[in-house]
């Protein structure tokens, strides 16, 4: 099993930034291949960016690239999601996955086991 916790999150203006973690714990052994996902109020959750976990190779969706940026510390068994830029409608709970497996580099829900239980990002206009 691998735990995940969320943290960084909080109220900040349009054009601001913020930066998440992502703190595993558990199973670390190995790294995993880690994702990042949002859903806002009404929609469903979608992804965000992804990063393997060598951590080189990482994964955007196009809402945010140029804009986020996904990185990793094995040492510390912690993913981080840098936000510059920050727009309203980049308001959302946050959540971070881990995959089961230590290959690859994932943008889809399905392929994550392990999910913590969010974060709240809210941008004020």
């Known amino acids: 099993q691998v735990q995940l916790v969320e943290s960084g999150g909080g109220l900040v203006q349009a054009g601001g930034e913020l930066r998440l973690s992502c703190a595993a714990s558990?199973?670390?052994?190995?790294?995993?291949?880690i994702g990042w996902f949002r859903q806002a109020p009404g929609k469903e959750r979608e992804f965000v960016a992804a990063?393997?976990?060598?951590?080189?190779?990482?994964r955007y969706a196009d809402a945010v690239k140029g804009r986020f940026t996904i990185s990793r510390d094995n040492a510390r068994n912690t993913v981080y999601l840098q936000m510059n830029s920050l727009k309203p409608e980049d308001t959302a709970v946050y959540y971070c996955?881990?995959?089961?497996?230590?290959?690859?580099?994932?943008?889809?829900?399905?392929?994550?086991?392990?999910w913590g239980p969010g974060t709240q990002v809210t941008v004020s206009s």
């Open positions: 990063i393997s976990a060598s951590g080189g190779s990482t």
């Open positions: 996955a881990a995959r089961g497996t230590v290959w690859g580099i994932y943008t889809t829900q399905r392929e994550y086991a392990y």
């Open positions: 558990g199973r670390t052994s190995s790294s995993y291949p």
